[in-house]
């Protein structure tokens, strides 16, 4: 799977694919980069604990990480081409570029969440490939499978943070697990940031 960031989100999945789901093909006509004010009208069906919803993050079978080579180069034949005079290949849109994204290799991803599992089956129904750059093949889902647990993992187990975490919730933890991240979608909003302990540090929660 490959990933923009450290980690990769249960709930801002989900909160991904019911934005989707409501929006149609107008979800891809939203503006790019520009905080919405969704987390506030979309409800997930998923726990939600004061200012979290109870998922972690994805949690890979094996802890091999690599770096893929990704590179972007308009084709001479492209259709588009064609039709300009003078092409600038050293910048603008038509730049040639090669970019370095880091990967997972893992043949299962594991999501524990606290919430309907009917409703949370039925979203990820459709689902076929997680992750960056799904459109070269990466991320693809070959099979899911759904358990229930007895035990909530899906902020903490057996002592460890499973997700990032608001240092307020918690009774102790590890500081030197404590960096300031976003602690709700969409992840990448400076405004959803918050002083946190992140997966795998130590955590034990107030409640």
Known sequence: MIMADNWYHGDGLIANLLMRELLGDDYYNLPPRTPLPVAHYLRLPLRFSHLIYHSSVAIPDSDIQRVTRIYKRFEENDPVLRTKSKINRGGGYFRDSMIQIPYSVSNTMTFYMNGDI??????????????????????????????????????????????????????????????????????????????????????????
């Open 118 to 207: 009917d409703e949370i089956r039925r979203i990820f129904e459709g689902l076929t490939a997680i992750g960056k750059k799904i459109a070269l093949g990466g991320g693809l889902i070959r099979s899911k499978e759904y358990r229930e647990l007895e035990t909530d993992w899906s902020l903490v187990r057996d002592g460890i943070a499973m997700r990032e975490i608001p240092v307020e919730m918690c009774r102790s933890y590890d500081s030197r697990y404590v960096m300031r991240r976003a602690v709700i979608f969409p992840y990448w909003s400076i405004e959803n940031v918050r002083q946190t302990v992140v997966p795998g540090g130590r955590a034990e929660l107030l409640f």
